[in-house]
């Protein structure tokens, strides 16, 4: 069970994202979302959207946190909780007009989102490109 355990996050809490290297603010009132559109023009803010029943989800947010080398205070990391907040989810769709996705990452910047992806390849924005 070692590999699919540490894959699929194993035993541990599965409805929390590891706080490995990354200091998640939690999304979870569509209030938030004018504060993180506001933000963005002094940072960048990064909307990570996370079903928390999904192993697919599950293994994107654990090669996503494993592989994080943004320094801290960099950029502001929103973690959305599908399944708890789906109607924070649907703002998030309609206010940065991003078809919704699970999981999927949004870089919100100076008011808009300047990019997006979900599934495998979250891994593949380079977050540092936006800073």
Known sequence: MGLFSNM????TDENQPKANKIDWISLNSIAQLEDIKA???GKPQIIFKHSTTCGISRMVLNMFTSSYAIEPGTM???FLDLLANRDVSNAVAEKFQVM???PQMLIVKNGVVVAHDS???INELELANYI
């Open 76 to 78: 502001d990391m929103h």
């Open 8 to 11: 699929f996050g194993g035993s």
């Open 39 to 41: 933000a963005s023009s």
């Open 119 to 121: 599934h495998g390849a």
């Open 100 to 102: 919704h996705q699970s």
